[in-house]
């Protein structure tokens, strides 16, 4: 008696992917609205240019910079460290796709 498992497999892929795709916020001091255009920003230039990273963070930076005024800064990337100084109220940490992190902030 063989157990089907290649459905139970397929099952598990699909929710690994759904995981992986959700946006979290790990710091962010933004009013809601900024937050919520900042996050739909970062997954869009991320999925975008999901082979390279340096093309993600140039386009958050510049949509960011045309939005909401000129010096912000983008990180994305994996395993970083991060120590800033930044306008009150300017910065969002965040992960997307499972180990992918993201970091803007506007220091004039």
């Known amino acids: 008696m063989e157990e089907p ?4 497999k397929e099952e598990k892929e699909t929710d690994i992917r759904r995981l992986q795709t959700y946006p979290l916020i790990r710091h962010s001091d933004m009013n809601d609205e900024m937050r919520t255009e900042a996050m739909e920003l970062c997954v869009t230039a991320c999925e975008k240019f999901a082979s390279n990273n340096e093309n ?53």
């Not at 498992?5 to 139970?8: A, F, L």
């Not at 010096?71 to 910065?91: D, L």
Request: one cysteine or more; aromatic letters at 14%.
């Open 5 to 8: 498992t290649e459905g139970k």
């Open 56 to 108: 993600a963070a140039k386009m958050i930076k510049e949509s960011m910079d045309k939005k909401f005024g000129s010096s912000w800064h983008a990180v994305v990337g994996e395993g970083y460290g991060f120590e800033i100084t930044h306008e009150v109220k300017n910065i969002l940490y965040m992960f997307f796709g499972g180990n992918l992190a993201i970091t803007i902030w506007k220091c004039s």
